[in-house]
Every structure is written in structure tokens, then in C-alpha cells.
């Protein structure tokens, strides 16, 4: 799992997802408002609280937090959104997963299916990609000199989690999915700040794309990021700015 994330450069990692901060507040924004319908409570709701802490983690304002849980029992209540997983192939057999939140499944269906098959790609049967994919909570945590790897670990353990990757400017903690909020809840408790928090599915190995397919495949993402239905996109290439970047 080391090399998954790549925090070594938290500046440049922070720099672009303010760049992209409005669409990221506007999808986890609907995400905790499918997660409050029904018990708007964080105490006694552990998916909604996981999400809030995803929220806090993209450094989403408080007032936003709490509009989208309103919503739950507002403009939303009426809607019943589905949670729906598409698994594909991009160019070059690339391993695709896209998530998505959506009220109307053909829509959603029909506009995946465009993007990909635009863009040198196709839609797979369930199942057709996933089982290179593991799936994992993950925690990061920005490495500072009141906070060294032994102490981290040792919470880390404490908290139940599965591995812990020290990066030159984080440490990445991997937990399974059962033990997710419990393991966020406790290293909360000890004080720590995210930087990730969330479920996320981790490819088992990454392809490298020639610079053309490469281009082809950016442009694929991008589109697929544009558009309001997709929540998550999971994918096994190697992108350069992953290394740059992140």
C-alpha cells in the first residue's frame, strides 16, 4: 500500500484541491445529506459522522456541514438517491471504478457510458475490475515535529488500524472497512487532524500509458469529475503528477 497516497508534498496536494474546492463541497455536501436522510444525528449515525469527518478532512466550513445535513429533510426528502458503482475500462485496458449519487439511474448510466466510450474506453459487467482493487479506510495525518512516527503508530495500533505508511510530510494509516469509524473515532480522540478520511479503494498494482493515452485518459477523468452524478473515480494508472504533486 506504501506509495499510495504520496503525501510528500502537502503545499502542492492543499494548492490543488482549493482549485477544485466548489465541486468537491458540492459532491461531499450531497453525500452527507444521503447519509443523514433518516438520522441526522453524527452520535448515533457512524456513516454520517465517517462523511463529516471526510468533509472536515477537504476543510469544508462547519455552516456547510450543517446546510447539507439540513437538506436531508428538506429539498431532499422528496428524492430518492441511489448509491450506484460503474466499473469499466479506459484506453489501453485501463481499470476504471466510478461512483456515483444520483435520482435517475438511466441519466447517470447513459452519461458514464458516454464519456468512457468517448475517450477510447467501455463499461464492464460488475465485478470486471473491483477484484483488482482492495478496499480500505485510509487516515492521514500531516507529520510534524510534535508528532513522530513511534507515537503515531503506537495510536494507530491502539485504534485498531490494519498499517501505517510514514511519508516525508504524512503518515497514511490503513485500517479495514468494519473497523473504519471506530479507528477514526479513537485517533480523534487522541487529537489528531486529518488530511484524508475516508473509504477508498486502492489499486492492487498501477499501469504506466504512453503520453498519448496518457493525455486521452486525463481527459476522461476530467469529464467524468465534471459531472454532478460522479461522487469517486478509482482507477490503476500512474499519473505523473502523483509523484509531483501528491
Known amino acids: 500500500m506504501s506509495g499510495h497516497s504520496k503525501w510528500h508534498n502537502i503545499a502542492a496536494k492543499k494548492g490543488k484541491a482549493d482549485a477544485a474546492r466548489g465541486k468537491i463541497f458540492t459532491k461531499i455536501g450531497r453525500e452527507i445529506a444521503v447519509a443523514a436522510k433518516g438520522n441526522p444525528n453524527p452520535a448515533t449515525n457512524s456513516k454520517l459522522a465517517d462523511v463529516i469527518a471526510k468533509a472536515k478532512a477537504a476543510n469544508?466550513?462547519?455552516?456547510?456541514?450543517?446546510?447539507?445535513?439540513?437538506?436531508?429533510?428538506?429539498?431532499?426528502?422528496?428524492?430518492?438517491?441511489?448509491?450506484?458503482?460503474?466499473?469499466?475500462?479506459?484506453?489501453?485496458?485501463?481499470?476504471?471504478?466510478?461512483?456515483?449519487?444520483?435520482?435517475?439511474?438511466?441519466?447517470?448510466?447513459?452519461?458514464?457510458?458516454?464519456?468512457?466510450?468517448?475517450?477510447?474506453?467501455?463499461?464492464?459487467?460488475?465485478g470486471c475490475v473491483s477484484y483488482m482493487f482492495d478496499t480500505k479506510g485510509v487516515l492521514v495525518v500531516e507529520r510534524t515535529p510534535s508528532l513522530d512516527e513511534d507515537t503515531v503508530t503506537e495510536y494507530a495500533i491502539e485504534a485498531g488500524a490494519e498499517d501505517v505508511v510514514t511519508q516525508e510530510d504524512a503518515f497514511e494509516i490503513y485500517t479495514d472497512v468494519p473497523s473504519f469509524s471506530?479507528?477514526?473515532?479513537?485517533?480523534?480522540?487522541?487529537?489528531?487532524?486529518?488530511?484524508?478520511?475516508?473509504?477508498?479503494?486502492?489499486?492492487q498494482s498501477k499501469i504506466t500509458l504512453p503520453d498519448d493515452k496518457l493525455e486521452t485518459f486525463r481527459k476522461m477523468l476530467d469529464k467524468l469529475e465534471e459531472n454532478d452524478d460522479v461522487q469517486d473515480i478509482y482507477h490503476n494508472v500512474e499519473l505523473p503528477e502523483e509523484e509531483e504533486e501528491e
Open 60 to 126: 469544508m466550513p462547519n455552516d456547510n456541514i450543517e446546510r447539507s445535513i439540513k437538506r436531508a429533510a428538506g429539498e431532499m426528502g422528496d428524492k430518492d438517491y441511489k448509491e450506484l458503482t460503474y466499473e469499466g475500462y479506459g484506453v489501453a485496458g485501463a481499470a476504471v471504478i466510478v461512483t456515483t449519487l444520483t435520482d435517475n439511474i438511466n441519466r447517470t448510466a447513459g452519461d458514464v457510458r458516454a464519456i468512457m466510450s468517448k475517450h477510447g474506453g467501455s463499461l464492464g459487467n460488475t
Open 182 to 203: 471506530e479507528a477514526r473515532k479513537s485517533l480523534e480522540a487522541r487529537g489528531l487532524n486529518f488530511l484524508q478520511a475516508e473509504i477508498t479503494m486502492i489499486p
